[in-house]
């Protein structure tokens, strides 16, 4: 499974940017997607997930009611839309999915960043 990001950029506080993932391989055994990101010094964390069979989704408390996760089956792709951006959701955001078997897929991240 291969899985590469894009959408990342530079944006206000307040403003919005998507990001989007691009998978291919055996997209088939993906059981679970999800965004995750790592701001300097920090460690990564979940931001959310989606469940590929009912599209089940969570989210990190902090981004609740501002960031939303989709899958598109029939493209291939997750995106992850973030609205209300502040400065502490600055971060490489990574694109991760989990396999049947247990395997999991990370991306190569993309950069999203929010000036004050």
């Known amino acids: 499974v291969q899985l590469v990001e894009s959408g990342g950029g530079l944006v206000q506080a307040g403003g919005s940017l998507r990001l989007s993932c691009a998978v291919s391989?055996?997209?088939?055994?993906?059981?679970?997607m999800a965004w995750y990101r790592q701001a300097p010094g920090k460690q990564r964390e979940l931001v959310a997930g989606?469940?590929?069979?009912?599209?089940?989704?969570n989210y990190v408390d902090s981004v609740k009611g501002r960031f939303t996760i989709s899958r598109d089956n029939a493209e291939n792709t997750m995106d992850l839309q973030m609205n209300s951006l502040k400065p502490d959701d600055k971060a490489v955001y990574y694109c991760?999915?989990?396999?049947?078997?247990?395997?999991?897929?990370w991306g190569q991240g993309t950069q999203g960043t929010v000036s004050s």
């Open positions: 991760h999915a989990r396999m049947l078997v247990g395997e999991k897929y």
């Open positions: 989606i469940a590929t069979g009912g599209g089940s989704t």
């Open positions: 391989g055996s997209t088939f055994s993906i059981v679970a």
